[in-house]
Structures are given as C-alpha cells and as structure tokens.
C-alpha cells in the first residue's frame, strides 16, 4: 500500500511546519510526516522551510525595524515570537478556512501556535510512536558551513529517538553519506527534481530510495527505477487524479499537502 508522506505536516489545514500541522497529519492517517530543518543565529535547530521568515509568519509586524528576514538573523528567543497560526488564519493559503473545512476549535488553537524546536518535533513523533522525514535543506549563505547534519544526529542521540521512527532526506546527497557514516541505522532518501524544468538526474542509483518531483517523472522513469530494485516517493501531489494515477504505476510513497485527501483513496 502507498505510505501517506504529510508534507510540511497537513499544512492545506494548518500553519506549515508545526506541531499543530504535524498532529493533524497524524490524525487525518499519515503514515510519515515530512518536515524542514532550519537554524537560528545562535544555532538552534528548528522547522522552517522559506530562507525568508516573510511567507509564514509575522515577521514584519514583530520586527518591522529589521531590513533583512532570514531565519539564520533571528535568535531563537526571538523566532519564537512569531505568529504563523495567526498568519496562517488571515492568509488562509490553501482556501481551505473560507471552504469550512476547518473547525473554529482548530483556528483557536492555532493563534497559540509557534515555530516549533527540532527537539520538540522528535519528541512529538516519539509520543506518537509515530514517524517523521526531516529533510537537511540548503542553508543561506551566512550558514552555508554549518554542520547540520552533525547536529542533527547529535540531537537525536541525545534524545535516544529510535531509529525506525526516522529518515533523513536531501538535495545534498553528500549530507546524506555523512548521515549514513554517523548512523547507518537511520533511513536516508535522496531528493531529485531541485529544479521544477530539469530532467530528474537519477545519478548511478546509489542510494535505495528516491524522492522524486512529481511533474518531471513519467511512466518509464519510475518502471526504470523499480528495475533497479529501488523504493520511489513524489512530491507534491496533491489532485485526486494525480494521487491514483501515480498510485496505479507502483511507487512507494506520496508527499502531499492533503495527507486527509489522500487517504481518503488509499484506506478506503
């Protein structure tokens, strides 16, 4: 059966990259949730997915004096002063509040709602004995040479977050063999399709599971890849037709914005 992959937790219904998104893709039957590690200017770890703070949260209200909003300027004392739910309310980027699908009980909670610490997402997943993708995202420029991998692992060691509730994934496949080096245990699935018009570069079929973009993939390429003897997720599917036409070809996984949507399909 297809695994259900919450991108950015359910995030068409709540404040992408939260513990508030992640709980909702739990509850709607996601199998894994899919999230983005960031970090702060004094390198604390946290979910975020834009360089720019500007798209999800308040930013620009909290600190309209500062000129540039990237995460990696901001401590974490003062990224947790940031709003996305309440951003996430009056923005309501997926349409789905003024379609009602959202309950006044969920909107209330969501103004309490913070940009969550890694450490409070792995713990989420633990108590969940659930399952989460964290996925090591090209850093700005003033971070390019931070470790993150290595504080990553370090973190889950720390936390002695089993192994099996894990997978790492990247653009930056090299991350990836660090990964491999410090923890074999621990799941690794290499991101192809960075670009949205570049032909998806499978390299040498290294690594056992591909995460591909789901609009430069066809037919051939995921029949190729299975011949290989490889596992095959797509980002970002959202449309009904897509989800069962992608379904009906074999692959492995679907990242998606509508884990609820979803599996509606695929647990019938």
């Known amino acids: 059966m297809v695994k259900i992959i919450a991108h950015r937790g359910a995030r068409s219904i709540a404040p992408e990259n939260t ?105 989420f997943t633990r108590e969940k004995h659930w399952k989460v993708n964290l996925e090591l995202k090209k850093l700005p420029e003033n971070f390019k040479d931070f470790p993150i991998a290595q504080r990553v692992i370090e973190l889950i060691r720390r936390l002695k977050i089993d192994s099996d509730q894990l997978i790492i994934s990247s653009f930056n496949h090299s991350w990836l063999r660090q990964v491999e080096a410090m923890e074999s245990s621990i799941e690794i699935q290499a991101l192809i399709g960075y670009s949205e018009s570049e032909p998806l570069d499978w390299g040498d079929f290294s690594f056992p599971t591909y995460n591909a973009r789901g609009t430069l993939i066809d037919e051939g390429q995921i029949a190729r890849a299975k011949n290989n003897k490889k596992m095959i997720n797509l980002f970002t599917v959202n449309e009904k037709d897509e989800m069962v036409r992608f379904i009906n070809t074999g692959v492995n996984g679907l990242i998606t914005d509508y884990p609820q949507r979803l599996a509606s399909i695929v647990k019938k």
């Open 19 to 123: 513990i508030a998104a992640a709980n909702q893709a739990f509850k709607a039957g996601a199998d894994i949730w899919e999230t983005d590690i960031a970090t702060t200017s004094d390198e604390q770890l946290i979910l975020f997915h834009d360089d720019s703070l500007k798209r999800t949260t308040n930013v620009a209200e909290v600190f309209p004096e500062r000129k540039h909003q990237v995460f990696t300027q901001f401590t974490l004392a003062e990224i947790l002063l940031l709003d996305p739910g309440a951003h996430f309310i009056e923005h309501d980027p997926f349409g789905e509040i003024n379609k009602g699908s959202i309950s006044k009980e969920m909107l209330a909670a969501f103004k309490a709602e913070k940009v969550p610490t890694l450490e409070e997402a792995l713990i």
